[in-house]
């Protein structure tokens, strides 16, 4: 179903979303998406008090990776790890496609190791923290060419730890959204050597993303099916009793599809971790409202309860916009409550979205329009700072912040000719009612928090 059809549906479902369990997808405070942007594909893992999810990069992959890091699960800063990059993980048959789909893992001698498709290949680096600095792991060719299967696609590989600290590789996808293969082989050691011949184990329906999970005896291979780009992607899963397989479809699969009435379009490509003993499923669905405009692919990242059975079945997901977490804390930081004006581009667009705690929605100004982003604090108070998270974090902006007791006579308190990140830090100490932040014309501001 493409185009207009999904939205009629889309339409539909948000009719009837009132209704729902969950809360709507635009409404303020939904903590899903986790992460203020476009991003696919993730990988999470927890060093210490501190979680690091890596990502692809949408419109549909990046010379580089995203890395967004939390002390809190909540509040989210964004970097660019130094390894991979297009140019440092290439070879003669990667093509012209960009990094996609990292894998993180902590392997048994201690160091952290991450799998990335480049092209129709597979890349491995290593790392002392998942904050880096990275380095390539394998003599900077590909652990898996293009050559290795060619009727097939080498991306999506995914590294699983067993219990007893054994490594296996898991990879594979079709082309043309059909007729996807999973590979796995042991690892060796040192996490780059491949221990024997690499298997096909592929399960029924499977198109591409595996994850391995174990529960006791269980080896339970979850993974995507369907197309990203469509309201058909989906999460599926086969149980087997090694980690080789056989693996036959489990009960309740497909586990998490694409849900109107909650307003959750073609979720897919996770991650499975614990926290606070608790299974969560972390993946990427479209953004909203879905389809975009144009041809771009604008996928987001969100977080939901997984329930493992101890005969290995998994129930169905309940996709939501409010993402709880064990150990995340309940709510971001709002800062100092304010109330926005200014001029947006529609309705679904104006300047109340920049402060209602909700990464699916944002401000963009009126064509024609001053850019200008007017926050009231209602009274003279001391303001430190702006954080502002802009739509695509790799992006680079012209930003200004004004201040003014009366909203007559304003000053210049900061300026960032050539900002990027997320968030984006001013600094500006002064004692306002009124702030104003101006943003290139164009531009889409997530959420303006001031402190």
């Given at each position: ?21 969950a ?5 303020p ?15 999470i ?48 048959s990667?093509?012209d ?9 902590k ?26 600095p990275?380095?390539d ?60 011949t ?13 994850f ?22 989906k999460v ?25 009435a ?33 041809d ?20 169905k ?35 109340a979205?920049?402060?209602?705690d ?15 982003l ?31 007791r ?16 997320s ?29």
């Amino acid at each position: 179903m493409r185009g207009g059809s999904v939205a009629a549906v889309l339409v539909a479902g948000l009719l009837v979303a009132a209704a729902a369990p969950a809360p709507r997808w635009d409404s303020p405070g939904a903590a899903n998406p986790l992460l203020p942007g476009y991003f696919a594909d993730p990988s999470i893992v927890r060093d210490g008090a501190r979680w690091y999810i890596f990502a692809t990069i949408d419109p549909w992959g990046d010379d580089r990776l995203g890395l967004w890091t939390s002390d809190n699960g909540r509040d989210w800063r964004f970097s660019l790890p130094n390894w991979p990059t297009k140019a440092a993980a290439t070879s003669p048959s990667s093509g012209d496609s960009k990094v996609w789909a990292p894998s993180v893992v902590k392997a048994a001698n201690g160091r952290w190791y991450m799998y990335v498709s480049v092209g129709s290949e597979v890349w491995v680096g290593s790392a002392a923290s998942p904050a880096g600095p990275w380095a390539d792991a394998n003599g900077g060719k590909p652990l898996i060419a293009k050559a290795f299967a060619p009727d097939y696609h080498m991306i999506d590989a995914e590294a699983f730890i067993d219990d007893d600290g054994q490594a296996y590789l898991y990879w594979g996808s079709g082309w043309n959204w059909t007729n996807g293969h999973c590979f796995v082989v042991k690892l060796k050691p040192d996490m780059v050597t491949f221990d024997g011949t690499p298997r096909d184990v592929t399960p029924a329906h499977y198109f591409e993303g595996p994850f391995m999970v174990r529960q006791g005896k269980h080896y339970l291979l979850t993974y995507s099916d369907g197309k990203t780009t469509t309201d058909t992607y989906k999460v599926r899963y086969a149980i087997g009793d090694t980690p080789f397989g056989p693996f036959r479809e489990g009960p309740d699969s497909p586990i998490l599809s694409t849900d109107a009435a909650r307003s959750v379009i073609s979720p897919g490509h996770h991650a499975v971790f614990r926290s606070g003993g608790q299974p969560y499923i972390l993946y990427h669905r479209q953004g909203l409202p879905f389809p975009p405009p144009g041809d771009a692919v604008l996928r987001q990242v969100a977080v939901d309860l997984l329930t493992i059975r101890p005969d290995g079945s998994i129930a169905k997901v309940v996709p939501s916009h409010g993402g709880a977490v064990n150990g995340f804390t309940a709510h971001r930081d709002p800062g100092l409550r304010w109330r926005a004006s200014g001029q947006g581009s529609d309705a679904l667009h104006g300047p109340a979205r920049a402060a209602d705690d909700n990464y699916a929605t944002w401000w963009t100004p009126a064509a024609g329009a001053a850019p200008l982003l007017t926050a009231d604090l209602g009274a003279i108070r001391p303001v430190r700072d702006s954080a502002v998270r802009m739509r695509f974090p790799t992006h680079y902006y012209a930003l200004s912040v004004e201040g003014s007791r009366d909203g007559r006579v304003w000053q210049k308190l900061a300026t960032a000719d050539a900002a990027t990140g997320s968030p984006i830090d001013l600094h500006h100490p002064a004692r306002v009612r009124y702030l104003r932040l101006r943003v290139p014309a164009d531009a889409g501001v997530w959420e303006w928090t001031l402190r």
